[in-house]
């Protein structure tokens, strides 16, 4: 490869150790960034089952979310297809403000809650195993925090589960 | 035995202290000033202090595409340096009783000294340095083409399965 020679010079003291830890914190850190993210997110739909000023919080940001990925992801390009997906996405978030049909609106999101859990729970036990297996660095605060959301996440799952919930 | 550590200067938590092969963590003492404590046994201690960017190893192209992929398309990555400065100061310490090295950050001049080491105890320089790593800049813009081109082929492949279904 053309950067074999360049690699000798480039940080050339930093040892390949060192190189390894740094490699491991960032996906540590992308792992806990993903399960913050979805337990938030579990957190927000399972409220809003029973509180619905949360419900309707819940679904405008997520679809808010939605729309604003969409057009991120594809430069704004999606509204250039046949079947723009934006405009049911904005029907849906009219809806979601009309206080009446938020009920129905709900039944997508509840669904969707066990298999928020379980992405949150791989991401969650993913990211502390490599933060405790990267013994140059210790990290107690996130292993701590880690640890208290793979607790709150499998209590939610059995939750689901045991008040008759199915995949 | 002990050596305490102090970091005077601005701090940027992305310079990371190793004793002895380990990272260690330093904590506030007031104001610019960070410190950090390590008993040991050895009567010479390897200390360094690096700021590193990712785009480090032969195989820096395939890591960075695994870290895009991992964290969808970067939303849940980390923010990166994107001026891509490299420090590196490494020296060998030795320790009688009690010791202390005081390291005060030097203003950043491109291929300049990066810290001022202050001690009682004899020491050992191995690298004092901070530069601007333009080989990185480099490799960092190539992954940026790299990245504009996969996502430029999703929005081909989400529009073609689209027309398609």
């Known amino acids: 490869m053309e950067e074999n020679k360049e690699v000798v010079t480039l940080n050339h003291n930093i040892s390949p150790k060192f190189v390894s ?27 809003s089952t029973f509180i619905l000023p949360f419900a309707q919080m819940f679904l405008v940001l997520i679809i808010f979310l939605i729309i604003f990925l969409m057009i991120v992801v594809t430069f704004g390009t999606i509204f250039t297809l046949p079947n723009n ?9 009219q809806k979601a403000i009309d206080f009446e049909k938020v009920q129905s609106l709900l039944v997508y999101i509840v669904n969707a809650i066990p298999y928020i ?9 993913v990211s502390l195993l490599i933060t405790v297996l990267n013994k140059s660095k210790r990290e107690v605060g996130k292993i701590v925090a880690l640890s208290i959301f793979i607790g709150i996440l499998i209590i939610a799952i059995i939750l689901y589960f045991v008040l008759g919930g199915s995949l | 035995m002990k050596l305490e550590i102090e970091l005077v200067g601005v701090y940027d938590k992305a310079n990371t202290l190793v004793v002895d092969e380990k990272v260690v963590k330093l904590k506030k003492k007031d104001g610019n000033t960070r410190y950090a404590v390590v008993e040991t046994e050895k009567s010479k201690v390897d200390v360094a202090m690096y700021k590193a960017h990712h785009y480090v190893g032969k195989h820096w192209f395939w890591w960075q595409l695994l870290y895009f992929f991992v964290s969808v398309f970067g939303i849940f ?24 090295v005081v390291l005060k950050r030097e203003n950043f001049v491109d291929q300049g000294k990066f810290l001022k080491i202050e001690t009682s ?44 279904l």
Request: aromatic residues 8%; positive net charge; contains cysteine.
């Open chain 2, 121 to 164: 105890s004899t020491i050992e320089e191995k690298s004092n340095i901070q530069y601007i790593d333009k080989e990185a800049l480099k490799r960092h813009k190539k992954m940026k083409k790299a990245k504009i081109g996969i996502f430029a082929g999703v929005v081909v492949l989400a529009i073609l399965l689209v027309i398609l």
């Open chain 1, 117 to 125: 859990c379980i992405a949150g729970l791989v991401c969650s036990v």
């Open chain 2, 77 to 100: 990555d980390i923010k990166q340096d994107k001026k891509m400065l490299v420090a590196d100061c490494s020296f060998t310490v030795d320790v009688t009783g009690d010791t202390k």
């Open chain 1, 85 to 93: 997906p934006i405009i049911p996405l904005w029907e849906f978030l």
């Open chain 1, 21 to 47: 830890t740094i490699r491991a914190d960032r996906f540590s850190r992308i792992f806990f960034n993903m399960s913050v993210t979805l337990m938030i997110i579990a957190l927000f739909a399972a409220l």
